[in-house]
């Protein structure tokens, strides 16, 4: 039995590829710090695109079995869905009002549904305050690691600056 070369996975690894170098050559575009042995501003996209490539050889040098596609079921389009629209939220949350307004928002919505389906057992009582407190603490780290030790300025969104 021979297996189609050009399936599904390897049309996808080798847009993964063309897309990262796009972001590539866009990272690279940036303009260099001035600080002393500062990487600059493109050292995390090219971080990022470094993972795309990797993914995208993956999946063009052992792709699925048929390269086929797969089909979901109707709570994994549920799913789906949902965490597309929290993802287009988050997007227009942080332009209207900063992101460490819609942080801790979008963290404690993502732990949640994920402790719905990691942990099938738990209350919900206990799964909304596990989930507070997680929100909580990952908020208080991700805030004193970028605002307070590295002195990262992070923007309002448009709303929160005509308010203030």
Do not use: Q
Not at 3 to 32: N, Q
Not at 96 to 103: C, E, Q
């Amino acid at each position: 039995m021979e297996k189609k070369f050009w399936c599904k996975d390897r049309k996808l690894g080798i847009a993964i590829i063309l897309i990262a170098g796009f972001f590539i050559w866009r990272s690279l575009l940036l303009p260099a710090s001035k600080l002393y042995h500062d990487p600059g501003p493109s050292i995390y996209p090219l971080i990022g695109c470094g993972t795309m490539i990797l993914c995208g050889l993956i999946l063009v040098f052992k792709p699925g079995p048929d390269g086929t596609r797969m089909k979901m079921n109707k709570d994994e389009k549920k799913r789906f869905w949902t965490m597309l629209a929290i993802y287009f939220g988050t997007v227009l949350g942080c332009w209207a009002l900063g992101m460490m307004y819609v942080l801790p928002i979008t963290l404690f919505i993502v732990s949640y549904l994920f402790s719905k389906s990691s942990r099938p057992d738990m209350t919900t009582k206990k799964r909304l305050l596990t989930t507070l407190l997680y929100t909580v603490i990952i908020y208080a780290v991700i805030y004193v690691v970028y605002v307070i030790v590295l002195d990262v300025s992070v923007k309002n969104g448009v709303l929160i600056d005509l308010i203030f």
